[in-house]
């Protein structure tokens, strides 16, 4: 070993190994050569002798020390028995790890790797065995599985946290959460889960789930906790706990949809099937959506269902179905009228198609309509369109508006019995229909014989059979 020990402030002091070259040295510690070469300018990077020491301006990464080993900078007041302690292993070991070294004479900053004891092949009671999954690391390994990073280290002597490997076995303290007993459900906790939240929304309660989760800390629920919930599985038939209904997946679904579809969010979904991937949903698969179910009868007497369009809101809305926006917000208390989503299905208070007083039908106002054009055009006048429109503003005549003109015009009469009219709008097509009157395409066809399903215009009249 050579007798001058190189200056090295925030480096490490690195023993030169059979094979070393600066280049190699250089790729290990992500330094360059250059680098090594400034830090050591009395060394001879063409003639480098086993053991000697040289400075490399780095720390030491991964892949420094051979596999089976840790790297390890020597600290002040390290001796080779207080290290041998620390990493529960021996003084002879890291002698052999590291012959070049004097154990006497062990400098601050000296690079030493130290060898990692086996890990255990049979864990101590009270713990579960784990093998290391690409993307593993303690602090994820201690929220998944309800411990601590200090308490896996403990029961794991010499592991590197620096440096799991695929593969690798460890022990993990407590029991395995993927063992929840019968008759319960592993539930991963989210952002703004509470135990009291979980308790309701899985019809059971805080005690019942403390019960059946010995240690956990109600008042520190940690992100991607695995905690068992009493009761089944949610996501099985039959199962849906109360203010959800069961659906069964079919071809194109997904969470977005089906939160636009049933008035509820991707979130609400998520909390009420635990488990659910939401990227790979399967035909057939059943899930649990919180409401009170699809279709006709989901909005309340003296109310119908709509589909919001681009650009619908409240007011809007309100103005166009001759209600206000109060009763509209009461109709739908769990809407966000501030974030209405394209598709969404809301409840409008009144009758809803055929909502026109007898005498009269219901028109789409389109662009550059006007009461007087409108007079005109259906042979009536513009007081008898204002009489059966009272609140309606003539000079603020919104594109999409509904309103009801005296006379037979294209209106009453014009669908066979069990159908009505409808008024085509932004979006609709034959297939968005028959799901949002509970019909089918082809009974819509049927009804209507003579129109071309691929060239609907935005105020066509169409004939809707009824369910």
């Known amino acids: 070993m050579a007798n001058n020990t190189p200056s090295c402030p925030g480096g490490t002091l690195y023993n030169i190994r059979p094979g070393d070259t600066f280049f190699n040295i250089a790729a290990r510690f992500g330094v360059t050569v250059h680098d090594l070469m400034r830090a050591n300018p009395r060394v001879d990077p063409n003639n480098l002798r086993i053991c000697d020491l040289i400075c490399v301006p780095a720390q030491p990464r991964p892949g420094v020390c051979p596999t089976g080993s840790t790297a390890y ?12 302690a620390r990493f529960n292993t021996t003084v002879e070991a890291i002698n052999s790890a590291n012959p070049c070294i004097d154990p006497t004479n062990l400098r601050v900053s000296q690079l030493l790797c130290i060898p990692q004891a086996p890990m255990p092949t049979v864990c101590p009671p009270g713990s579960t065995q784990y093998t290391i999954r690409p993307g593993d690391t303690l602090f994820s390994l201690a929220i998944q599985f309800n411990t601590t990073v200090q308490a896996i280290l403990a029961i794991n002597p010499g592991l590197d946290p ?14 395995t959460p993927t063992q929840c007993p019968p008759g319960s459900t592993q539930y991963t906790i989210r952002p703004g889960d509470t135990l009291f939240s979980l308790a309701i929304q899985f019809n059971t309660t805080v005690q019942a789930i403390l019960a059946i989760n010995p240690g956990l800390d109600p008042n520190n629920l940690r992100v991607g906790q695995i905690i068992c919930i009493p009761g089944p599985s949610p996501t099985q038939p039959g199962r849906c706990p109360t203010g959800s209904f069961e659906y069964t997946i079919r071809s194109g679904d997904t969470i977005y949809n089906l939160a636009i579809e049933f008035n509820t969010t991707v979130e609400a979904i998520l909390a009420i099937n635990p488990g659910i991937n939401p990227n790979n949903l399967q035909i057939g698969q059943v899930i649990c959506i919180p409401g009170t179910g699809p279709g006709p009868g989901r909005c309340p007497a003296g109310t119908f269902e709509y589909t919001i369009m681009a650009g619908d ?3 809007s809305l309100a103005n166009r179905f001759n209600t206000t926006v109060a009763a509209i917000q009461a109709a739908n208390p769990n809407v966000d009228p501030n974030n209405l989503q394209i598709g969404q299905v809301i409840c409008i208070p009144g009758a809803g198609p055929g909502r026109c007083p007898a005498g009269t039908f219901e028109y789409t106002i389109m662009a550059g309509d006007t009461f ?21 503003d003539p000079n603020n005549l919104q594109i999409g508006q509904v309103i009801c003109i005296p006379g037979a015009g294209p209106g009453p009469g014009r669908c066979p ?3 009505f009219e409808y008024t085509v709008r932004s979006g609709d097509t034959f297939f968005a229909l028959a799901r949002r009157f509970n019909t089918t395409v082809a009974a819509i066809q049927a009804a209507n014989p003579n129109v071309d399903p691929d060239r609907l215009q935005i105020g066509q009249q169409i004939c809707i059979p009824q369910s």
Do not use: E, K, Y
């Not at 900078?73 to 041998?84: E, K, M, N, R, W």
């Open 73 to 84: 900078l020597v600290a002040p007041g390290d001796t080779l028995f207080s290290i041998a």
């Open 162 to 175: 620096n440096n799991l490997r695929v593969g690798q076995i460890i022990c993990i303290p407590g029991p």
């Open 313 to 315: 809101t409240f007011f």
């Open 372 to 392: 007087f054009s409108l007079a005109n055009r259906f042979n009536t006048t513009v007081a008898a369109i204002q009489a059966a429109n009272p609140n309606v």
């Open 417 to 419: 019995a069990g159908t």
